[in-house]
């Protein structure tokens, strides 16, 4: 079997050369794209082969593809200004493109693609910047986002062309699929199971979520349901009573009226995610109906976004708990608001300590790579926190 060859573009460059200098270390077999006027000493030394080639030529990226099973694409003109703005276009935009042509022509495997602080322009109103500031009036990382999506697209159709997202992101499709499937479970919930909230009573709800050393885990929701709940407290035990029969509807013949032995419909959501058959983490939350878009989102994030438990937890996140509106944290970055508003109505909702807008989670978490086990309360809670027992062993 022919040794695997991983192509490096930019490798002439810092970031890229660093790139190729950990690709040698692991063990694979490099080939550097470099143009014919490029300078070659920095990357000479590594002995690695070099093909000579340019982003705006397809023809020649075509040839320096073949044999490739992977593809670092970290070239890219990092310039903030040219007498021609075409030009930074066509690198960054056009050079995309045709390198993620050849690769699909080709049959490379997977591709890495890298950003550059060139796509992202200057604000005039000294604010930060983000994907959606032009360049020179280009909009070149929203294009490039889209001719990577349009290439990600094909994946369905081909067998061996990999788009790969880097971990510890979400994107817009992400939000949008969040904001669909929650609003259709709402939807589908209040047609067809009734109507629980009372928007006048504060959230009296409690979760608390466990790791002992052993990697046991419990996630455990409480609620008092209204102020103090039922009011009456037990005299041996102190506990006080929720108000819980306010959760079904007093008028006979409706999905969540009041039976003889019935559940009624609750907000509640503990979940327990597991991992090659063990406990991975535990989370839960307080907030009534946000509650389930909150566990969802973070979730995901964990489970499909490869987000560490902290990261997650600090993601701003959407809320779609019923109604027509999606509530958007306006945190998230504009090319995520501007996606959601194309397909939803949308209202910028801001996470303050009270009322708590996103729901209040909380989670443990077991590290199967480090052994460590984590836990972090709701970032913008005062009221919540996360604690550990002094270890005598």
């Known amino acids: 079997m022919a040794e695997e060859i991983t192509l490096v573009t930019g490798a002439t460059g810092f970031i890229g050369s660093h790139v190729v200098r950990q690709l040698l270390l692991r063990g694979d077999r490099v080939r550097i794209l470099a143009r014919n006027s490029s300078r070659k000493s920095n990357v000479e030394a590594f002995g690695c082969e070099i093909a000579i080639g340019d982003l705006k030529d397809g023809t020649s990226l075509l040839r320096c593809v073949q044999g490739c099973r992977r593809v670092y694409h970290v070239a890219a003109d990092y310039r903030l200004w040219a007498r021609n703005p075409q030009d930074i276009y066509d690198s960054n935009v056009g050079g995309t493109r045709n390198l993620l042509s050849a690769c699909c022509e080709a049959g490379v495997e997977k591709v890495v693609y890298t950003s550059s602080v060139g796509t992202i322009g200057r604000r005039k109103d000294g604010l930060p910047a983000d994907e959606d500031t032009p360049v020179i009036d280009i909009q070149t990382e929203s294009d490039v986002t889209s001719i990577l999506n349009s290439f990600a697209a094909r994946q369905d159709d081909s067998d061996t062309f990999r788009l790969w997202e880097v971990p510890g992101t979400a994107h817009a499709d992400a939000f949008i699929a969040y904001a669909k499937v929650l609003r259709d479970a709402y939807a589908e919930r209040l047609q067809t199971m009734g ?199």
């Open 195 to 393: 109507e629980t909230s009372d928007r006048r009573d504060p959230s009296t709800t409690t979760h608390l979520n466990v790791i002992d050393r052993h990697g046991n885990m419990v996630a455990l929701t409480q609620t008092l349901l209204s102020v103090f709940g039922s009011k009456v407290v037990l005299p041996t035990t102190g506990i006080l009573m929720n108000n819980g029969i306010m959760w079904f509807d007093p008028r006979p013949g409706s999905p969540n009226s009041l039976a003889p032995g019935k559940r009624p419909l609750t907000n509640m959501c503990p979940l327990i995610a597991h991992r090659n058959g063990k406990p991975w983490f535990a989370i839960g939350a307080s907030g009534g109906r946000k509650i389930l878009p909150a566990v969802c989102q973070i979730s995901s994030f964990l489970i499909d976004h490869g987000m560490t438990l902290e990261d997650a937890f600090h993601q701003p996140r959407i809320d779609a708990s019923g109604g027509d509106t999606v509530s958007v944290d306006p945190r998230l970055p504009v090319v995520i608001q501007k996606a959601l508003a194309e397909k939803f109505p949308v209202t910028q909702t801001e996470l303050v300590v009270y009322p708590t807008n996103f729901a209040c989670p909380s989670a443990v978490l077991h590290d199967p790579e480090s052994g460590e086990h984590l836990g972090i309360a709701d970032v913008m809670s005062p009221w919540s926190a996360a604690v550990t027992e002094d270890d005598h062993r």
